[in-house]
């Protein structure tokens, strides 16, 4: 099994960054591929960001790209998203996740460890 806490969300407005933090427990973090997903009212799970055990490769989101960036230190157990310029459709519960597998599957039913998310809010 493997323990993921998310943390770092809040209210913030247009344009402001924020970043949050995903502590994992419970296993070699270094074996698992990390990813971040977030969930709006009313739609689907869906993908934001991933990276690969190593961190040598991410993938993203069309809608994130060029604003996003997921890193990771594996020293501390620990994935980040940090996120610029936000928009009032970035809104949403943002969830990490975890696979143990080299790929970076965008389904959110290709990941296998959740955590409980974190809600960020943009304002216009």
């Known amino acids: 099994q493997v323990q993921l806490v998310e943390s770092g969300g809040g209210l913030v407005q247009a344009g402001d960054s924020l970043r949050l933090s995903c502590a994992a427990s419970?296993?070699?973090?270094?074996?698992?591929?990390m990813g971040w997903f977030r969930q709006a009212p009313g739609k689907e799970r869906e993908f934001v960001a991933a990276i690969s055990s190593s961190g040598g490769t991410t993938n993203y989101a069309d809608s994130v790209k060029g604003r996003f960036t997921i890193s990771r230190d594996n020293a501390k157990n620990t994935v980040y998203l940090q996120m610029n310029s936000l928009k009032p459709e970035d809104t949403a519960v943002y969830y990490c996740a975890a696979r143990a597998s080299v790929f970076l599957p965008v389904g959110a039913t290709r990941w296998d460890y959740w955590g409980q998310g974190t809600q960020v809010t943009v304002s216009s």
């Open positions: 419970g296993r070699t973090f270094s074996n698992y591929a």
